[in-house]
T-cell receptor, first 113, second 115 residues
Framework: DAEITQSPRHKITETGRQVTLACHQT?????MFWYRQDLGHGLRLIHY???????NKGEVSDGYSVSRSNTEDLPLTLESAASSQTSVYFC????????????FGPGTRLTVL | AQSVTQLDSQVPVFEEAPVELRCNYS??????LFWYVQYPNQGLQLLLK??????LVKGINGFEAEFNKSQTSFHLRKPSVHISDTAEYFC?????????????FGKGTLLTVNP
């Protein structure tokens, strides 16, 4: 069955370190998204991509970057981790064209000490 | 730009009681509307969506929602809840047409069903 996976599921890191969170989908979807979920804020969009080599900033992109070298993967990099980036991160994907639902991964819980 | 307001951050109910989770949105253009559910320690999954047509939308697990354009609302209802419905529920909106596939989410409503 097609799916969307995230790794690691849990990560503890230190302030200032570079961290990369992986997202891999086997749906062959063109669209991929990264969100962060924080208590009291719901889900906020960090970056998104509508195809290979396409990346766009979302609502809360400062301190994060993404790259899209193939259809299946959209890794999220925290350039220099900060305590404010402690959060749960979700990756999602959807088909292009007529609006299709977004399918979500299981999430990565990141703690920055 | 769009925004979504979920009017209740927490809703406690007893098992077999009816429930309504409220959602209002703001947008300068036509929108698609969604409800997602998040069970503990899991990702989000789609409950139901309104794209066009009938304003009453039925989803999975016995949930339904009604789109009210004049009230800019999309409230979620279930006539009789189960313990297993305990979860966080998110309302989301997206612009229609074009190639904008982004979702804007509300802050979520935690539904707790008590025995």
């Amino acid at each position: 069955d097609a799916e969307i996976t995230q790794s690691p599921r849990h990560k503890i890191t230190e302030t200032g370190r570079q961290v990369t969170l992986a997202c891999h989908q086997t749906w062959n979807h063109n669209n991929m998204f990264w969100y962060r979920q924080d208590l009291g804020h719901g889900l906020r969009l960090i970056h998104y991509s509508y195809g290979v080599q396409d990346t766009n900033k979302g609502e809360v992109s400062d301190g994060y970057s993404v790259s899209r070298s193939n259809t299946e993967d959209l890794p999220l990099t925290l350039e220099s981790a900060a305590s404010s980036q402690t959060s749960v991160y979700f990756c999602a994907s959807s088909e292009a064209g007529e609006f299709h639902e977004q399918f979500f991964g299981p999430g990565t819980r990141l703690t920055v000490l | 730009a769009q925004s979504v307001t979920q009017l209740d951050s927490q809703v406690p109910v007893f098992e077999e009681a009816p429930v309504e989770l409220r959602c209002n949105y703001s947008s300068s253009v036509s929108v698609y509307l969604f409800w997602y559910v998040q069970y503990p320690n899991q990702g989000l999954q789609l409950l139901l969506k309104y794209l066009s047509g009938s304003t009453l939308v039925k989803g999975i697990n016995g949930f339904e929602a009604e789109f009210n354009k004049s009230q800019t609302s999309f409230h979620l209802r279930k006539p009789s809840v189960h313990i297993s419905d305990t979860a966080e529920y998110f309302c989301a909106v997206s612009e229609t047409g074009g190639s904008n596939y982004k979702l804007t989410f509300g802050k979520g409503t935690l539904l707790t069903v008590n025995p």
